[in-house]
């Protein structure tokens, strides 16, 4: 094998390759912390989503807590909780759906509407009904999400 140096050369034609030296620009610091955290935003959003359902569950339970007319019952409380995974079952194919027709960015950008869909429901919600259907949307969210952040 031949002794040379190395340097990217993704065609070696024998002829020199010319290479420029990038220089970032100088930049505001707080800009970019600023930047960083509200793009962190969605992920402690969907890790709230994914959480809630902790704290909620004896609250839902108690009379004198609970938005709901009648306490909900234990197989309630565990379809509630275990439905934000049957909801990101369909996330990463809503979400697969709008990073390939407009965009990995606007595909993730749109998972915050089923995410704020959720959390109007889950704000709202008076019965055991308008919770599961929040806890889907949020699943939604949660597997689109997971797919276009790796995109």
């Known amino acids: 094998m031949a002794d040379r140096s190395y340097v990217y050369d993704p065609v070696d034609n024998g002829e020199p390759v010319h290479q420029q030296t990038f220089r970032m620009e100088a930049g505001q610091l707080w800009r970019q912390y600023v930047i960083a955290g509200v793009a962190n935003i969605l ?19 108690n009379t004198a807590e609970s938005p ?13 909780g275990s439905l934000l995974t049957v909801g990101a079952i369909f996330g990463p ?19 915050t509407i089923p995410l704020f869909a ?18 889907i949307l949020w699943g939604v969210s949660v597997g689109m999400v997971m797919t276009a952040e790796e995109l």
């Open 43 to 61: 992920i402690a959003s969907l890790g709230y989503s994914m959480g809630w359902t902790a704290p909620i569950n004896s609250k839902l339970n």
């Open 68 to 80: 709901l007319e009648v306490p909900p019952t234990a197989d309630q409380l565990a379809w509630m």
């Open 93 to 111: 194919f809503v979400g697969g759906l709008a990073a390939s027709t407009i965009g990995r960015k606007w595909g993730l950008l749109s998972s």
């Open 118 to 135: 959720g959390w109007v429901l889950i704000a709202i919600g008076t019965s055991m009904g308008l919770l599961i259907a929040g806890r």
